[in-house]
């Protein structure tokens, strides 16, 4: 049965950096499109950054040149390096898999069909 953990969130004032991490199990991580969510609170749940089996990346507008997605295909392990962090980055964040072969660069949550069950980060002023 695939299954997604992610581990890494925290609080941390604003400038600091966090590197969220997500195992996968159950399946091959690296043969599909993967990719980083986050929900805040009263928010929907966006699209933060999404890799694909040969490394393609997006990554939405507001992290581009802060976050770096990145996987690990011998730990099958999925990564968010995150730095100059600002308040505006609070929420949870969730790893989430497409699955299925498909293409998932446009960011869309519907896209995903396996997810985790989050990691809390929270960036104080």
């Known amino acids: 049965q695939e299954q997604l953990v992610e581990s890494g969130g925290g609080s941390v004032q604003a400038g600091g950096s966090l590197r969220l991490s997500c195992a996968a199990s159950g399946y091959t991580s690296s043969t599909y499109c993967m990719g980083w969510f986050r929900q805040a609170p009263g928010k929907e749940r966006e699209g933060v950054a999404t890799i694909d089996s040969d490394g393609n990346t997006s990554y939405e507008e507001s992290v581009k040149g802060r976050f770096t997605i990145s996987q690990d295909n011998a730990e099958n392990t999925l990564y968010l390096q995150m730095n100059r962090l600002n308040p505006e980055d609070t929420a949870m964040y969730y790893c989430?898999?497409?699955?299925?072969?498909?293409?998932?660069?446009?960011?869309?949550?519907?896209?995903?069909?396996?997810w985790g069950k989050g990691t809390l980060v929270t960036i104080s002023s």
């Open positions: 989430a898999a497409e699955g299925y072969g498909g293409w998932c660069h446009d960011l869309r949550a519907w896209r995903m069909h396996f």
